[in-house]
Structure formats: structure tokens, C-alpha cells
């Protein structure tokens, strides 16, 4: 079966299961990890790879005082950040991702472009690193491809009151083609509540069913006349 065959048979059986649940969970290609749309910051881990992650999430796990998770009746695993940020900014979460506190707002950066240079120095340098082809190991924009324990990151080209000047999600998760992130948006109200990590879901291949973090993100900094560029952050070694 190739890929595209592959494709149209999991497109069928996700919106098949997505209108048999109402059309508000969005589930990852092998069915392991899913976010309720109206609900995005609890993740559901399925059964079979609770405990796996559980490893994560628990004393000495990566994602220790982070995330924390429980069990419910069906045995699938509930996940959830560890508790709200005092002053939401996406970069922080981030960082304190890696520094495995939630408030981390110390020096130096926790996060670098792949050719080895900190992230979040300065907007002038995070806009020239965006543009940097050494940074373009694990592609660009739509072509840009993470591994779990990565981070996405969206720059605009230029820097505009009222517009923030990149987004960072980190990729605490992958599932076939599907990436899920841990993020927060300190942008515009509505995108969620203050302070409070929210799951997302995105695809690693243009034309899924789920956006590309670039196709998702990108709107936001064109209707603003900046053009964004997406790379590909990892931990600080």
C-alpha cells in the first residue's frame, strides 16, 4: 500500500470516528494520543502506551513538574499541564519545558537553533537565525519535520506592535505523521484561558488532515503583512 493509499484509508476511518463523537476529538494517525477540541488541555493517551508514558511524566521522567496524568475508568491515560504560568509567554513554557519548571524565566536560553546558537537572544537575531539555511536541518515551514523532545518554532520577518514575534510549541509527542505539541499563545483573547498550556495537533506532511504547524500559524503573521518562516528548535546540550 503506498502512501497515499495509506492516507485516504485513515482519512476515511478518522472522520468516520469523528462524526461518531460529535466532531470535537482530534486523534493522532495510529490512534494513540488524542485532544478534544473544545477541551484542549487534556491530553488522552490510549491504554496500551499509558504506562510508556507515564515514564515521562513521573519522578526523574523528562516531563517531570510539567505534565502530570490520571488513570481513568477505561484506562486510558488523562494528561495535563502541571499548573497555569504566571506570566504566559510560549518561549517560557518552553524552556520550562527543558528546565522542568513550569515559571522557569532564568538565563541562559534553554532552547538553540540546530547550528548551535541560542534562541531568544534577541528579535534580530531569532529573525536572522530564522533565515539561516544551517537551521534548515529538519526542513522549513511546511517542510519542517520535528521529533518528540523538538520544538517548532514560526518567525516573522519582521517585528510589529500588536503582533508577536514568533510562536514556540514544544513537541512533547509524535504518532506516525502527526506531532503534538504543548504550548501557549500569549496573543489576542480568546486563544485560551490566562496562563493555562493547552495540546495541539499537527501533521508533518502538507495536505493531512490536520494542518502543518506552518499552515496553521501562518495566517496570523501574513494578515498582518510579515512573512513567517517555520524551523525547527532543539534542547540546549
Known amino acids: 500500500m ?16 469523528k462524526k461518531q463523537i460529535g466532531g ?19 491530553l488522552h493517551v490510549e491504554k496500551s502506551v499509558a504506562l510508556h508514558f507515564m515514564n515521562f511524566i513521573g519522578r526523574g521522567g523528562k516531563y517531570q513538574n510539567i505534565l ?9 491515560l488523562l494528561v495535563k499541564s502541571a499548573g497555569i504560568i ?7 513554557l518552553a524552556e520550562g519545558v527543558v528546565a ?27 529573525i536572522s537565525g530564522s533565515l539561516d539555511p544551517s ?7 511546511d517542510s519542517a519535520v ?31 505523521n502527526h506531532a503534538v505539541t504543548f504550548e501557549i499563545f500569549s496573543g489576542p483573547p480568546g486563544y485560551n484561558p490566562p496562563g493555562t498550556p493547552y495540546f495541539g495537533i499537527y501533521s508533518v506532511v502538507p495536505g493531512d488532515v490536520y494542518p502543518t ?3 496553521r500559524w501562518r495566517s496570523y503573521y501574513e494578515s498582518n503583512h510579515i512573512v513567517p518562516k517555520t524551523i525547527i528548535l532543539r534542547r540546549k546540550h
Open 146 to 176: 520535528p521529533n518528540e523532545d523538538e520544538v517548532y518554532a514560526i518567525v516573522g520577518n519582521k517585528i510589529k506592535a500588536g503582533v508577536s514575534p514568533y510562536h514556540i510549541a514544544y513537541v512533547i509527542a509524535r504518532d506516525g
Open 24 to 42: 470535537v476529538m482530534q486523534i493522532t494517525e495510529n490512534r494513540l494520543l488524542a485532544v478534544d477540541s473544545t477541551n484542549p488541555y487534556i
Open 100 to 126: 522542568k519548571n513550569l515559571n522557569y524565566r532564568d538565563d541562559p536560553s534553554m532552547l538553540t537553533f540546530y547550528n548551535g546558537r541560542d534562541f531568544g537572544l534577541s528579535d534580530a537575531l531569532n
Open 2 to 17: 503506498d502512501y497515499k493509499e495509506k492516507y485516504l484509508k485513515y482519512k476515511a476511518k478518522y472522520l468516520k470516528l
Open 213 to 215: 504547524f506552518h499552515a
Open 135 to 141: 537551521n534548515y536541518v529538519k526542513g522549513f515551514d
Open 68 to 76: 502530570i496524568g490520571e488513570v481513568a475508568r477505561d484506562g486510558n
Open 86 to 92: 504566571r506570566e504566559p509567554d510560549c518561549l517560557h
